[in-house]
């Protein structure tokens, strides 16, 4: 898994993945934003990504 420097916004986390299953980012965008509403949750994994995902 990576982050993506095509598919990029913030970091490129959503790109990646997106990349990874062959999803669309936009799709994984909205999920994540769905999680992100959840306590926490989407905002501490965004970021543990961020940091731990290398760049492609």
């Known amino acids: 898994m990576h ?3 095509k ?4 970091g490129g986390v959503c790109g990646g993945i997106a990349e990874q299953l062959g999803w669309s ?3 994984v965008r909205v999920l994540w934003l769905i999680a992100s ?3 926490v949750v989407g905002w501490i ?3 543990v990504l961020w940091i731990v995902l290398p760049l492609r």
């Open 25 to 27: 980012p936009t799709l």
């Open 3 to 5: 982050r993506s420097s």
């Open 7 to 10: 598919h990029k916004v913030l």
């Open 45 to 47: 994994l965004y970021v």
């Open 37 to 39: 509403l959840l306590p």
